[in-house]
């Protein structure tokens, strides 16, 4: 069978893999010069910054993603951060276990035996938000925004913008699974072995090459491209949903392409210093719930010291936006940093600001709102960022939802007699 992939984003590349694996006859589409999407580097003045992620892998090397990349011999190292994370706070670093020694002894007892529920999966949400579910739990300042630097970090969302049942989801997967991890070459690194898999197993990668429309019936499409139009019995869309649902509309039923045309893409601001020596000093994250934008900071060259020139690092910091005007949220965040970082001026050099949003965002849809990879037409599936299963976070949850797109498929052709 033919299968048509639009957009070589992590999840078209992911899903492609797994098709030609598979034996289908696979042909990935990319309107850009060259594959990854959002998730490869971008070379500047020999430090490797990215399209859009930290170079970090949410659940590490025990994660789904790291788990597909294994299947598909995808032969990606994933580096564990050591530590995980650590909580800046009134300019100390606390680790995770010592954080509690920030509160005051009420909130202390009440905010472990909270946490421990989480982990453990006990803690239960109705419709609330996670930050209304907090307030009812524990009514602490601290809490609030410890909650706020982790969502704003993970999800680029505060803890009122998301819905409590999905941090609790979230939160349970990254207790078991229990680590975070930056890949070998960073982003591009994820993105080289997976078009390698794709192209030893048959496949084809076509830069440069946008696709203008999907047109026919299910399990009998044609893909329209500059160069003419192709047939294909299966079709998945990586191209973000808003797109997808204007590629395909002729083929999808009105009410559908109104939903995914519905839902709001989420925005973000993420800042790329160089810095002489190592500034936090390790590959966790360091989140910031003293800040007023940046949420969190890493230092993936502490792991992958190629990602800068030699004796040189990485520094990179998130920013979960408050305002629609992104150029005055980055100046916030910039203004952060330099509260954030000791002698920032003196250790650290600004090499880009980056702003994400509408079709190029952070996320295609915010955590909590569940699409599922299968569309009304049969053979016609999504993948990407605006397809990710409940308590699954970034490329993690990227990968569930292409595993998802493929159980169906699978079910669909042994159910059908495509
Ligand atoms: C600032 C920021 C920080 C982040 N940090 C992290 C992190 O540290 N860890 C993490 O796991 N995730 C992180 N993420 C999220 C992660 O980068 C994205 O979720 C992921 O890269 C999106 O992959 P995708 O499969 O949705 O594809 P996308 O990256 O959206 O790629 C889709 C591709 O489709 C192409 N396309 C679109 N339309 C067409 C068309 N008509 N024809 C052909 N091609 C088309 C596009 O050019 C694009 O290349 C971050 C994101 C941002 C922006």
Redesign the pocket.
Known sequence: MRAVV???????LLAACALAERGFRVRV????PY?????TNLEFRGFQL?????????HGRRGP?AEMLAELGAGVEIFRSEPQAVFRIGGRDYGVDEVYSAFSTGEKLRAMKLLAMMKLGRARAGEESYAEWLERHLRSELVMRLADAFTGWCL?LRAHQVPAAEVLAQVENLARLGETGVPDGG?RGVVDALVEVLESNGGELRVR????GVSGTSWSFRVH?GEGAEEAEVVVC???LH?SAE?AEGVLPPEYVRMLRGVESVP???ISVACDEPVLGHSGVVFTPDAERVCGMNEVTNAVPELAPPGKHLLMA?AAPAGGDLRREAEIALRDLHRLIPDFRKRCRVLAV?T?RG??????APSGTHIPPETPAGGLYL????VKPRGW????G?AMGVREMLEHLSRALEESSV
């Open positions: 639009v957009g070589a984003g992590l999840g078209g589409h990319e309107s850009l594959p990854g999407g959002r998730f990215s399209t859009g992620a930290l170079h970090m892998i949410p993603l680029s982003c090459s946008r696709v203008l491209t990586n191209a973000g797109r590629l973000g601001v993420k998130h980056q994400y079709e190029w965002p952070v996320n295609h993948v990407g960022d605006g976070m970034e490329t993690d990227i």
